[in-house]
T-cell receptor, first 116, second 112 residues
């Protein structure tokens, strides 16, 4: 999957615990994204990054934070996991991010997160 | 909020038949993309069509765009069992992120 590694691939956690998902890329792409995929909602953008230490919110950012200290790593943290955050989380990368919808995204294989 | 919405939600055809899926969107766009997702995997980019293009081809894929109707269609000709997947359209959202927003997808099953 285009030099993108998501870890862990599966995780089960309890309500109220903090959880961190990691996305690692070897493509040196500037833009990185976190999406969640849920039945009936498609993919929804959580947060994205346009450079080291440069991040911004997406459509569904409440309850999530991100950090990007290196070009290759983008971390997604659920500060206090809730059952509504049970989902499949996808990381994506792109070399450009014009905002015109022409950035071609490359996706990781996803992390299945279950919050009990 | 969804920018693009696919129709139908699910489609089942026989191998060799053509598959057509549609995407409608709400606001003006500059570009529209189609992605495929195989079960348990991430999305893979298929094709991008710009707002000044009406039709684009890539192998067995044909994409059309009608900006007056705010709709696009993806046609897969001579389908194969390997085309079984979910297909998503994506456009830049009208929100201030300007980032890609995906529809809910069409699930295509191609029976051998």
């Amino acid at each position: 999957d285009a030099g993108i590694t998501q870890s862990p691939r599966h995780k089960v956690t309890e309500t109220g615990t903090p959880v961190t998902l990691r996305c690692h890329q070897t493509e040196n792409h500037r833009y990185m994204y976190w999406y969640r995929q849920d039945p009936g909602h498609g993919l929804r953008l959580i947060h994205y990054s346009y450079g080291v230490k440069d991040t911004d919110k997406g459509e569904v950012s409440d309850g999530y934070s991100v950090s990007r200290s290196k070009t290759e790593d983008f971390l997604l943290t659920l500060e206090s996991a809730t059952s509504s955050q049970t989902s499949v989380y996808f990381c994506a990368i792109s070399p450009t991010g014009t905002g015109n919808g022409d950035e071609k995204l490359f996706f990781g294989s996803g992390t299945q997160l279950s919050v009990l | 909020s969804q920018q693009g919405e696919e129709d139908p939600q699910a489609l089942s055809i026989q191998e060799g038949e053509n598959a057509t899926m549609n995407c409608s969107y709400k606001t003006s766009i500059n570009n529209l993309q189609w992605y495929r997702q195989n079960s348990g995997r991430g999305l893979v980019h298929l094709i991008l069509i710009r707002s000044n293009e009406r039709e684009k081809h890539s192998g067995r894929l044909r994409v059309t765009l009608d900006t007056s109707k705010k709709s696009s269609s993806l046609l897969i000709t001579a389908s194969r069992a390997a085309d079984t997947a979910s297909y998503f359209c994506a456009t830049a959202g009208s929100s201030n992120t300007g980032k890609l927003i995906f529809g809910q997808g069409t699930t295509l099953q191609v029976k051998p």
